[in-house]
């Protein structure tokens, strides 16, 4: 028996595309109402405050109607209502997925390298791209991860030269926080041992101070990514929908995305217009690392519903404004008291992370966010990422 067969997923349960009202009325229909699908002989798991598990389920428009025995639900179908028998299959609730960065267009259209296991497989996959391109394209990917590679170090622009010496590359870590770009990359981008770090970036170096090729953080990757053509606006279309098929697959109905661009939140009306949204986001946009560019996205929001009102019967939401306190553990880069390990028994001199927000007080600055997003009675609200142990209580102390 198939894993999706072991595990049902309640597909009524997935989000109907909005474009009846049906679907937002159903939330509210009468006791009496017919369901037009039926789930008998299950166990269904309601995660209700008892942990009640029933036996069977009444939907109708994409809603669950009811709950409970066999005949009380045989009772609320429809005249041609249709009916699955489980076999006692579990049926869950809809999972909701509350950090996920949206978008597939890199499986679409690059190369992923998440299942890669060590440095030679990631630059074989590199070759064979170069090999279908011509001098000069770009080379993009993502999805590495260190820890995975049996060498346990960073791939660096010393092996993708290797295997494409007159091709730009920019291949993404697996967090988003970090990336390597081969020798060719960091000539465009005119990154060399004497550029500064950005502020809130890093750009590694060797111990003679020339670059690695891995750049940390986005002010540090926005040096080579500002110089990528970006993906046409039918390619990002495409990589949301087929997040939403990877998620409907899986039994996920719903997610946060923590960090959009305008563009990624016109896509997802665009969907919803369509009627292809199969999955409810909750959309948190990037407010930058200023006031001022906070104040812009907040402005960019005042015409959005705010939640818990949604557009689409409840399968968009305009969540608020996301800003940074600091970077992330996986790049060594968040805030914390104590030296970062560059490995597990060695230390990383001078490296405690760093603040993201400006100025150097962060605490002050992100109280002052919050405070203009009240003040102007937004329809917005701000989220901060903290990550190290210093943003938390350093914050404290300016606040």
């Known amino acids: 028996m ?30 009496t109402a017919s ?24 939907i109708r428009d994409g809603k669950i109607l009811a709950i409970g025995t066999n005949d009380e639900i045989r009772k609320r179908a429809a005249k041609d209502a249709r009916v699955l028998d489980l076999h006692g299959l579990m049926v869950t609730p809809g ?31 590199v070759r064979q791209k170069v090999a279908q391109l011509k001098p000069g394209e770009w080379v993009l990917g993502a999805g590495w991860d260190e820890s995975k590679l049996a060498e346990l170090r960073y791939l660096y622009a010393s092996d993708l030269d290797q295997v494409a010496p007159n091709n730009p590359v920019w291949l993404l870590h697996t967090t988003g926080h970090y990336g390597v770009a081969n020798s060719q990359a960091l000539r465009l981008a005119k990154i060399t041992a004497e550029t500064k770090d950005p502020p809130a970036g890093t750009i590694d170096r060797d ?6 090729g891995v750049l940390k953080e986005d002010p540090a990757m926005g040096l080579v990514a500002g110089l990528i053509p970006p993906p046409r606006h039918e390619q990002k279309k495409n990589g949301v929908l087929r997040m939403m098929a990877d998620f ?17 939140w ?27 560019s906070a104040r812009a ?14 557009l689409g019967a409840g399968m968009l939401l305009a969540g608020g404004v996301k800003m940074f306190m600091d970077g992330s553990a996986g790049a060594r880069t968040a805030w914390v008291y104590d030296l970062w390990f560059r490995k597990s028994t060695e230390l990383e001199a001078g490296n405690t992370g760093y603040p993201a927000l400006e100025p150097t007080r962060p605490g002050r600055r992100a109280s002052s966010f919050s405070r203009t ?12 990422w903290r990550c190290g142990t210093a943003t938390s209580t350093r914050s404290r102390q300016t606040t």
């Open 2 to 31: 198939s894993r999706a067969a072991r595990l049902l997923l309640l597909a009524a349960l997935l989000p109907r595309s909005p474009g009846s009202s049906r679907a937002g009325a159903s939330a509210q229909a009468a006791p």
């Open 35 to 58: 369901a037009e699908l039926v789930l008998l002989n299950g166990k269904v798991i309601t995660v209700d405050t008892r942990d009640t598990v029933a036996q069977a389920v009444a």
């Open 95 to 125: 999972l909701i997925d509350t950090h996920c960065h949206f978008d597939e267009t890199t499986v679409l259209y690059g190369l992923v390298l998440s299942e890669v296991v060590n440095v030679g497989d990631a630059l074989e996959l």
């Open 207 to 212: 111990s003679r101070g020339n670059p690695t």
């Open 248 to 264: 409907n697959r899986e039994g996920m109905t719903a997610a946060k995305d923590p960090g959009i661009e305008p563009e990624r």
């Open 266 to 292: 016109d896509i997802y009306r665009e969907l919803l217009g369509e009627n292809k949204a199969t999955v409810r986001i909750f959309a948190l946009f990037l407010g930058g690392t200023t006031l001022d």
């Open 297 to 310: 996205t907040l402005a960019r929001l005042q015409g959005q519903p705010r939640p818990p009102s949604a």
């Open 373 to 384: 997003a009240s003040a102007r009675s937004s329809p917005a609200r701000m989220r901060i």
